[in-house]
């Protein structure tokens, strides 16, 4: 049980509570998806720019079904104070879109400039997944008034570390 109750300055930080966990989960959820295409990645496609392409179209195209399966869960009766808009759900969404671009542009590099050392590429492209993961700590520390402190940025490490549990898992069981 916490020691104190959680709450966010949402005057300060401008979105709603709802608003800010929807984009929090966004984030990780896209990150996670993101780093179980890099983990695919083979160095053949890297070689040839299919990584980039594998990177972004999972990237899109869960961004897609996220605001796609939102849209059917809103089908649910409304009440007066219920209302969201299509507008804010597709910006709640963005930050999926913010887990794939920088891979994506990582794994652009290979092709474009003939590099060798496919490996370097997918550690950089997964590194910068894992550290997005890991600044949840500080971030939720921040949104709850706290400043970040070691417990806050342990707490992040143990989120990249499930993150890439989860990947582990999925690579192993889907593919």
Partial sequence: MRGHPRRVDEAAVGLSTIRIRTRISAYVYGNILVLTAIATCTPHMIETGFAA??????????????????????????????????????RDALP???????PTLV???????????????????????????????ALVAHLN??????????????????????????VWIAH
Avoid: N
């Fill in 53 to 90: 392409l594998a990177v972004a179209a999972t990237t899109v195209t869960t961004y897609i079904a996220h605001v796609f399966a939102h849209f059917v869960a809103e089908q649910v009766g409304h009440g007066a104070l219920e209302h969201e808009s299509d507008r804010d759900e597709l």
């Fill in 96 to 102: 999926i879109i913010s887990s794939g671009s920088v």
């Fill in 145 to 170: 008034g706290e400043l970040p402190s070691a417990r806050a940025h342990w707490w992040g490490i143990g989120v990249a570390a499930i993150g890439a549990a989860i990947v582990v898992l999925k």
């Fill in 107 to 137: 794994f652009l590099v290979p092709p474009i400039f003939d590099t060798h050392g496919t490996a370097l590429w997918t550690l950089l492209a997964a590194g910068v997944v894992l550290v997005r993961l890991a600044s949840m700590g």
